[in-house]
Nanobody, 125 residues
Framework: VQLVESGGGSVQPGGSLRLSCDAS????????MGWFRQAPGKEREGDAF????????YYADSVKGRFTISQDKGENTVYLLMNSLKPDDTAIYYC???????????????????WGQGTQVTVSS
């Protein structure tokens, strides 16, 4: 499985970005994808999750109502639409792939099997 993120960049507070994660080397079944962030000096933390089998989505409390995860099965791409961005959202964002349903452990980085290289998001005025 290969994951390639894109769409990062610099934006002012209140702005929006859409991150993309192009995935290859698997088929849509009981797999999951998550979006994580890692800011300098901080641990990697989960922002959003989608289960390909049923379309269930989960979000961290800090991004609920602002971020939306979605999937384009035809293109094998998962998106993270980020609205109302704040300076605290500045981080490197990673997509991650898991071969099984994660449920309550969706935000645990060690539960994922593959990771992308990351894309930088900077929110600053």
């Amino acid at each position: 499985v290969q994951l390639v993120e894109s769409g990062g960049g610099s934006v002012q507070p209140g702005g929006s970005l859409r991150l993309s994660c192009d995935a290859s080397g698997y088929t849509y079944r009981s797999n999951c994808m998550g979006w994580f962030r890692q800011a300098p000096g901080k641990e990697r933390e989960g922002d959003a999750f989608v289960y390909f089998g049923g379309g269930s989505t989960y979000y961290a409390d800090s991004v609920k109502g602002r971020f939306t995860i979605s999937q384009d099965k035809g293109e094998n791409t998962v998106y993270l639409l980020m609205n109302s961005l704040k300076p605290d959202d500045t981080a490197i964002y990673y997509c991650a792939f898991a071969f099984r349903w994660l449920g309550g452990s969706w935000s645990v980085p060690a539960e994922y099997n593959y990771w992308g290289q990351g894309t930088q998001v900077t929110v600053s005025s």
